[in-house]
């Protein structure tokens, strides 16, 4: 790994030299606890913030995580708020529906130059940040109701991420991951040293590729969870299911090409890759997607960002979402009605 990324600046700068990560994971769920793990692994020094039940758990028992053949065992510092200027970079693994009375608090409590990695689903508060079209630096409500999430942080201290990993916790506690954990990184604007991070990463044990525009890989990612959570969440049902279920799976198929073309019209056209899609519910197992794992456990699934942000842009565009929309019409009637 090079000690440096060309053209890093100042924001970043210290990331890009460093060859131990000082960095804290904002959120201790599935995601959250297997990134912090892996990367304590890796030798990085890794705080954690976590609130309520989860931060009591983490204080009397540590974070565990079973990754393929790798038991692997953590007890992290944990952090508040107050201690974030401590940290290069933080990394938040909550549900998006957490980030409007989240966010201010961290833009608060971080250094100008400390960088912010959102491992989020689906559409981002960012998405419009220095884009001419079709947002063109305006926020949707979904995910930014006040319209305050967008100024927080300039472009280039932000690094958009998108996570591929079927990662389940127990209600004991233990994490465990299905499969290989994928992260996509690329840079919102401006070069913050994403190269640098990805290196760091990858050593730790994460498969990383830096994708070159990151928003493409947002819709890529936004495909697959719009046409699994939304319907898994409303049915019951799990991945390999809904793999084997004919008419859903046409439901589920249908509502990834409405996203597909709803990428295109934000030039970002991307190829909702049917066959390949079926052909991993097929093979998943009885995976339980997030979104179910949260109508199950009683917990607000993430509708905002996977279904109600897209389809909040097909009106600005006047681009049909027939089917996303009725899906997630029963999901917020079901969720209502438990």
Request: hydrophobic share 50%; with cysteine; net charge neutral.
């Amino acid at each position: 790994m090079s000690d440096s990324v060309p053209g890093a600046g100042a924001t970043g700068a210290s990331v890009a030299s460093a060859t131990r990560l000082k960095l804290c994971v904002v959120g201790a769920g599935a995601i959250g606890t297997a990134l912090a793990v892996r990367l304590a692994a890796g030798g990085h020094e890794v705080g954690v913030l976590a609130r309520g039940a989860r931060q009591t758990f983490i204080a009397a028992h540590g974070l565990t995580l079973r990754d393929g053949d790798l038991d692997l065992a953590f007890r992290p510092a944990l952090a508040n708020l107050a201690d974030l200027s401590a940290y290069d970079l933080v990394i938040v693994a909550v549900k998006a529906g957490a980030l409007p009375a989240l966010l201010p608090r961290l833009a608060q409590a971080m250094r100008s130059d400390a960088l912010l990695m959102p491992a989020i689903n689906g559409l981002p508060w960012w998405y419009g940040l220095g884009e001419r079209a079709p947002l063109g630096g305006r926020s949707l409500a979904a995910v930014d109701p006040d319209g305050a999430l967008l100024p927080l942080f300039a472009p280039e201290r932000l690094i958009g991420c998108v996570v591929y990993s079927r990662v389940t916790m127990l209600g004991s506690g233990h994490v465990i991951v299905s499969g290989r954990q994928d992260l996509q990184l690329g840079a919102v604007g401006g070069v913050p040293p994403i190269a640098a991070i990805a290196a760091q990463f990858s050593a730790a044990g994460i498969a990383v590729r830096v994708e070159p525009d990151i928003r493409r890989a947002v819709w890529r990612k936004l495909i697959r969870n719009a046409a699994t959570n939304v319907v898994t969440a409303l049915t019951g049902a799990t991945l390999e299911q809904l793999g084997h279920d004919a008419e859903a799976l046409r439901i589920a198929t249908d509502i990834a090409g409405e996203v597909a073309g709803l990428a295109a019209r934000c030039g970002r056209g991307v190829d909702p890759e049917i066959d390949e899609l079926i052909a991993v519910l097929r093979s998943a197992g009885p995976f339980a997607t997030s979104m179910l794992q949260d109508v199950r456990h009683g917990r607000e699934p993430e509708l905002g960002a996977i279904a109600q942000a897209p389809l909040q842009l097909a009106e600005l565009l006047d681009h049909p979402m027939p089917n996303l929309r009725a899906v997630a019409a029963l999901l917020r009637l079901h969720v209502r009605s438990r």
